[in-house]
């Protein structure tokens, strides 16, 4: 009878010795205020100005991920299955309609800047040599799309239905005296297509990217009243995330600020 009570014992006394290591464990763990906030971008402008954010945040404490992704896709994707914390690289009417389109849980944070859409071509020097028939290439997502075809409308190429708005389609086109073919493709494909189309609206983001410098080459430029300004987004829950303030607070610095200016001249504009 000893011997079994002394048996117990010794099996408690190894069983407490394992949860102590095993506690001893968990508190070796790196808290989460330690690991890196990821924020997603898209290759371009957006990528090098969240770099330039990452080096000063870092000076500030916060440690910044920047996740780089080629499309408009993935970055609320990745957001959206939290494999990243925040992003940044659309404007309020696009996360308007993914999460309207996606039941997404997200909200913008912040705004950051303004990409002025541009007209590009390289088949005529100015928009009045556009000849009748004439291929115009056009983001294919709905709210880029819809931005480009206003900004047709004001060069006076096209005419959209009444209240077609900000979500403008190529079905709203009213008006097409000249007969003009609209060509829809994925916004980073877009600025590729110009040796194909004879006039191309494009993101800045991905003029940018493709060698295009915005304020020489296009022939027409959004002017800075445009309601795309860029944001930070972030699932709804983490809003209130004090690493969250921080990064808003950092990106709308006087030091990024006048990176943006001094680095992008007028093909970026400072939103805040």
């Known amino acids: 009878m000893k011997k079994y009570i ?5 099996a408690a006394i190894l069983t407490l010795s394992v949860a102590g ?3 001893c464990g ?9 690991k890196p ?8 402008p957006h990528a ?25 896709v993935q970055p609320n994707v990745a957001l959206h299955q939290g494999d ?49 028939g004439a291929t115009i290439a056009i983001p294919n997502d709905p709210t880029n799309g819809g931005r480009a075809l206003l900004l047709l409308e004001q060069q006076g190429l096209i005419k959209l239905k009444a209240g077609a708005g900000l979500k403008a389609a190529a079905a709203d086109i009213a008006e097409n005296p000249k007969n003009f073919k609209i060509k829809e493709l994925d916004a980073a494909q877009v600025p590729r297509s110009l040796e194909d189309v004879d006039l191309a ?49 950092v990106y709308q610095s006087e030091e990024v600020k006048k990176f943006i200016e001094e680095h992008f001249k007028s093909s970026v504009i400072a939103a805040w």
Do not use: C, W
């Open 6 to 10: 002394k048996q117990i014992a010794l």
């Open 21 to 23: 290591l095993a506690g």
């Open 26 to 34: 968990k508190q070796a763990t790196a808290p989460a205020a330690d």
């Open 37 to 44: 906030l990821k924020v997603g971008v898209t290759a371009g």
């Open 48 to 72: 090098e100005v969240m770099d330039v954010v990452k080096k000063i945040a870092e000076k500030e404490g916060l440690k910044i991920e920047v996740v780089e992704f080629n499309d408009y």
């Open 84 to 132: 990243i914390d925040a992003n940044s690289f659309q404007h309020q009417p696009y996360l308007d309609n993914m999460v309207q389109d996606r039941k997404y849980d997200m909200v913008s944070v912040a705004k950051t800047v303004i990409f002025p859409m541009g007209i590009y071509s390289k088949k005529v020097k100015a928009i009045s040599e556009l000849k009748p």
């Open 201 to 249: 609206a494009v993101n800045t983001n991905y003029a940018m990217t493709a060698g295009l410098v915005p304020n020489k080459d296009a022939l027409a430029m959004e002017d800075g009243n445009s309601p795309y300004a860029n944001i930070i987004a972030v699932k709804s829950k983490d809003k209130d995330n004090p690493a969250i303030a921080k990064l808003i607070k």
